[in-house]
C-alpha cells in the first residue's frame, strides 16, 4: 500500500500485509498441508491392515489430534495471540513472513500489543485471491488486530495496530443520499470505521472512501493476473451516485500493468467529480484511460454512466474508488460519512449496485 504526497492512498490489493508494528509478507507452503498428507497416509495404511496392534494405532491417532489441535484455524489467530500461543503461531508463518520478523520479534511485540485486553471481537472479514483476512478489535474499539492466512493455511499476513477514532464526524451523514454507482455484484475491499478493515480511515481527505472490485468464485480476475483485461471490474460502467454537474474530468492517464508499477504522480488517476450542491462533492477514481462519457459543465442524472472501471493512478488492480467530499479538490477537503441509499459499505461484503441504470 502507498501513500502520495496528493492525500489520495489507493489500495495495493495483492500486496503482502505489512508490520507497521511489525511483520511482513507473502503466501507459502507451510505444516498444515505436510500434516495432512501425514493423516491420509497412516488412515490407509490402517485400512490396509499394517499390523499394528490396537493400542499402537490409537497412540497414532492421538498422535494427530494433538498436532490437529496445535493448528491454529484463521478465525481463532486474534484469541492465539492473546493466549500467548506464539510458538504455535510462529510455527504457521509463511517463509517470507519468517524472513520479516523472527519468533522473539513477535513474542514481545504481541505481549507488549495486548497487554490488559480481555478479548478480540471480530470485525470483518474478506476472502480474495487466495487469502483469507480477517479483523479483530478490543471492547474499546483503540486496538485492532488483522490477520490473512493462505489457501493451505499458512499466515501470510499480521499486522496489530493502536486505533484511532473520530465520533465526531462517524455521526455525521451526507445530507444528500447516495446510489452505488456501479451495476451488478460488486466486493468491498476497503470500507469501514477502523484503519484496518478501511485504511483510508487514518486520513481526513479520504477517511470514508471505499474501494471496490468485482470477484468471481473468491477471485477477482481469471486468466494471466498480469492483464488487466483477466479482472472482472475492468470496463464496467462507473454511474453518476446522485444528480448533479461534473466539474473535474481527467481521462489521459495510462492504465497500469496490474501487480507492477503504479503511477504515484497521478493518485487518482483518470476521475470524474460531480457536484450535488450543498457542499457536497462525489469523486469516482481509477477510471479506464479514454473511458470518461462526460466533460466538465455537464448535467448528470443519477445512474448515467460517467465512465469505465479502470487501473489507472496509484493503483494496483481494476477497482473502483468512490468518496463524498466537502470541497471539489478532493486532496484538500474533507471526506464525508455517505448516507448510501443501499446501506454502508464495509470490508468483505458483497453488495449490489443499481438496477436500470442509464447506461450507454
Given at each position: ?25 507473502c503466501?507459502s507452503a ?18 490396509q491392515?499394517?499390523?499394528?496392534e490396537?493400542?499402537?494405532?490409537m497412540?497414532?491417532?492421538d ?7 496445535t ?10 495471540l ?25 513474542k ?31 471492547s474499546?474499539?483503540?486496538k ?17 495496530l493502536?486505533?484511532?477514532s ?7 451523514m ?25 485504511y483510508h ?17 473468491g ?11 483477466s ?19 481527467k ?15 497521478e ?15 462525489s ?10 462519457a ?14 469505465r472501471c ?16 466537502d470541497?471539489?479538490?478532493y ?30
Amino acid at each position: 500500500m502507498t501513500y502520495s504526497r496528493s492525500g489520495i492512498k489507493t489500495c495495493c490489493l495483492t500486496a503482502g500485509l505489512a508490520l507497521s508494528i511489525a511483520l511482513a509478507g507473502c503466501s507459502s507452503a507451510n505444516d498444515t498441508g505436510k500434516q495432512a498428507e501425514h493423516m491420509d497416509t497412516s488412515r490407509d495404511t490402517s485400512e490396509q491392515g499394517s499390523g499394528m496392534e490396537a493400542g499402537q494405532q490409537m497412540a497414532v491417532m492421538d498422535e494427530e489430534e494433538q498436532k490437529k489441535k496445535t493448528v491454529i484455524l484463521p478465525e481463532d489467530t486474534a484469541a492465539a495471540l492473546l493466549a500467548g500461543r506464539y510458538k504455535e503461531l510462529y510455527g504457521q508463518f509463511s517463509s517470507p513472513m519468517r524472513e520479516a520478523a523472527s519468533y522473539e520479534q513477535l513474542k514481545e511485540l504481541a505481549g507488549s500489543f495486548t497487554e490488559g485486553v480481555e478479548a478480540f471481537e471480530p470485525v470483518s472479514r474478506l476472502v480474495l485471491n487466495g487469502l483469507d483476512t480477517r479483523v479483530w478489535t478490543d471492547s474499546s474499539g483503540s486496538k485492532g488486530v488483522m490477520a490473512a492466512h493462505d489457501e493451505e493455511g499458512a499466515v501470510a499476513g499480521l499486522q496489530v495496530l493502536h486505533l484511532r477514532s473520530y465520533p465526531e464526524t462517524d455521526g455525521q451523514m451526507t445530507s444528500k443520499t447516495y446510489a452505488y454507482p456501479f451495476e451488478g455484484e460488486w466486493l468491498v475491499v476497503w470500507g469501514g470505521h477502523n484503519e484496518l478493515s478501511n485504511y483510508h480511515y487514518a486520513y481526513e481527505s479520504q477517511r470514508y472512501a471505499a474501494d471496490l472490485v468485482k470477484a468471481v468464485d473468491g477471485y477477482s480476475y481469471k486468466g494471466d493476473p498480469k492483464l488487466n483485461e483477466s479482472y472482472y471490474a475492468f470496463g464496467e460502467p462507473v454511474l453518476a451516485p446522485a444528480d448533479g454537474t461534473v466539474v473535474h474530468v481527467k481521462d489521459d492517464i495510462p492504465d497500469n500493468k496490474p501487480v507492477g508499477v503504479m503511477n504515484e504522480a497521478e493518485p487518482a488517476g483518470n476521475v470524474v467529480v460531480i457536484d450535488h450542491g450543498g457542499g457536497e462533492y462525489s469523486m469516482l477514481a481509477h477510471l479506464q484511460q479514454g473511458s470518461a462519457a462526460v466533460r466538465k459543465g455537464d448535467r448528470v442524472k443519477r445512474g448515467d454512466q460517467i465512465g469505465r472501471c479502470g487501473n489507472s493512478g496509484n493503483s494496483s488492480e481494476p477497482h473502483i474508488h468512490l468518496q463524498v467530499s466537502d470541497g471539489a479538490d478532493y486532496a484538500q477537503a474533507r471526506s464525508l460519512n455517505i448516507a448510501w441509499e443501499e446501506g454502508e459499505l464495509l470490508h468483505g461484503q458483497t453488495v449490489i449496485g443499481m438496477a436500470g441504470s442509464q447506461t450507454e
